[in-house]
């Protein structure tokens, strides 16, 4: 009679070579059947799949017991390593050979920029064209062309999400931290200024109703564009509420009398 217990490797070969490790048998005895195939994902970052095999031991053969209980099969998709963040999952990858060796130079990184932009426009929309502007600090990609509504999202969020992976695969190319930006047909300029109408609104609604308003969640780019927008303004003061990136901003209107060398703007 066989038991049977399941390993799971970057590979099917790692995952053998686990198995062999802890149940003490020469990996080319093992008898396994392959549940699934290993994936490095986009880019190797997002969309992984570890191989997962299944070993079957005789329970007659002693030397083929694990001295300890193996590691079972993977979590279910509910369960804390499936909600695993982007960012926990970036900080687990290994530094790439380049990062490990000199850092490359800013067209080498520019170039990889483009491409991996590239594709990760091409898995969303057709047609999309980047040009570049950059400096020590910041890397800037302009995209026109393709489905803009598509690449931009909803109040720009499936553009932040394509920022924020860029960001994250160039600087883990480079040993010094760069800002990278990501634009879609000058959507970002549109943007700064949408927000600045609505900020210049809601502060003048709330001088006249002297009680405070929202202006909804935002993430920390935009809020940060309504502080500095109404850091000058008289009459009232800017707070974001809440936890987690996307937190409300709130106008306050200020008490009468109010010291005039106090901020205006608090914590973005």
């Known amino acids: 009679m066989s038991k049977f217990f399941e390993f799971q490797g970057k590979n099917v070969e790692k995952a053998i070579e686990r198995a062999s490790d802890e149940l003490n048998i020469s990996a080319d005895k093992i008898k396994y059947e392959v549940l699934t195939y290993g994936s490095t994902g986009i880019f190797g970052l997002v969309g992984i799949k570890r191989a997962k095999i299944k070993v079957f031991v005789d329970e007659k053969n002693n030397s083929q017991r694990p001295s300890q209980p193996p590691v079972k099969s993977a979590p279910s998709k509910t369960s804390k390593t499936a909600k695993t963040?982007?960012?926990e999952?970036?900080?687990?990858?290994?530094?790439?050979?380049?990062?490990?060796?000199?850092?490359?130079?800013?067209?080498?990184?520019?170039?990889?920029?483009i491409k991996a932009l590239q594709k990760i426009l091409d898995g969303i929309s057709d047609g999309a064209t980047i040009k570049t502007k950059n400096s020590k600090e910041k890397l800037f990609f302009a995209v026109t062309g393709g489905d803009s509504g598509v690449l931009i999202g909803k109040r720009g969020q499936t553009l932040e999400a394509i920022q924020y992976l860029l960001e994250k695969m160039i600087n883990k190319r480079t040993t010094k931290k760069l800002r990278v930006m990501v634009d879609v047909e000058g959507y970002l300029e549109k943007r700064k200024n949408n927000l600045k109408q609505l900020a210049?609104?809601?502060?003048?609604?709330?001088?006249?109703?002297?009680?405070?308003?929202?202006?909804?969640?935002?993430?920390?780019?935009?809020?940060?564009?309504?502080?500095?927008h109404l850091k000058d303004e008289s009459g009232i003061r800017t707070q974001s509420i809440g936890d987690g990136y996307y937190r409300k901003l709130m106008?306050?209107?200020?008490?009468?009398?109010?010291?005039?060398?106090r901020s205006s703007h608090s914590k973005i």
């Open 89 to 113: 999952f970036l900080e687990r990858l290994p530094d790439s050979d380049e990062a490990k060796a000199e850092k490359e130079t800013n067209e080498e990184i520019i170039d990889y920029g």
């Open 85 to 87: 963040t982007i960012d």
């Open 251 to 261: 106008i306050f209107p200020k008490k009468r009398g109010a010291s005039k060398g």
């Open 200 to 228: 210049s609104r809601m502060a003048e609604k709330a001088k006249k109703i002297r009680k405070p308003v929202t202006i909804g969640q935002m993430n920390a780019h935009d809020r940060r564009i309504v502080h500095i």
